[in-house]
């Protein structure tokens, strides 16, 4: 997380709201959207619903 958000930012200008929306969405791109090669180079939420698992 801090090689792919926090370093490559400069975070002077922002806020604490802007910051933990920013943290929020790319913990749900980390979780849920990312494709994984292990998965099948499906994202988490592709694979779960590939099994049949609607979560």
Known sequence: ???ELFFP????AITIEQFVTEVDAYIRWYNEKRI???LGS???V???QSL???L
Do not use: H, Q, V
């Open 1 to 3: 997380m801090k090689t």
């Open 9 to 12: 930012r400069d975070w002077k």
């Open 36 to 38: 994984k090669i292990s």
């Open 42 to 44: 499906l994202s988490p």
């Open 46 to 48: 592709e694979y779960r």
């Open 52 to 54: 049949g698992l609607n």
